[in-house]
Nanobody, 114 residues
Framework: QVQLVESGGGLVQAGGSLRLSCAASGRTLSSYKVGWFRQAPGKEREFVGD?????SYADSVKGRFTISRDNAKNTVYLQMNSLKPDDTAVYYC??????????WGQGTQVTVSS
């Protein structure tokens, strides 16, 4: 079992920045891939990026978002810069254990105003 808690969401103007955190308990996050996803109202959940031995990002956020780890804090971060109104969504972190992403946090709301 692993418990994930996201934090750091909020309201920001377009062009601004936020850093989301995904704190884990129950397992050591450094041993696993961690993914970030988002879901906007009326839309399907979409992949934002992930971190394992390297990072990968969706084209829509590449160059603006950065995922990093702090192993001492058992936390993964999503640094979001140059935010756009289209980035408005609930953001989730997730961990795949023995296959697909099967452990999810509760999500944190990010709202970008124009």
């Amino acid at each position: 079992q692993v418990q994930l808690v996201e934090s750091g969401g909020g309201l920001v103007q377009a062009g601004g920045s936020l850093r989301l955190s995904c704190a884990a308990s129950g397992r050591t996050l450094s041993s696993y891939k961690v993914g970030w996803f988002r879901q906007a109202p009326g839309k399907e959940r979409e992949f934002v990026g992930d971190i394992s031995w390297s990072t990968s990002y969706a084209d829509s956020v590449k160059g603006r978002f950065t995922i990093s780890r702090d192993n001492a804090k058992n936390t993964v971060y999503l640094q979001m810069n140059s935010l756009k109104p289209d980035d408005t969504a609930v953001y989730y972190c997730a961990v795949p254990i023995l296959g697909s992403y099967n452990y999810w946090g509760q999500g944190t709301q990010v709202t970008v105003s124009s």
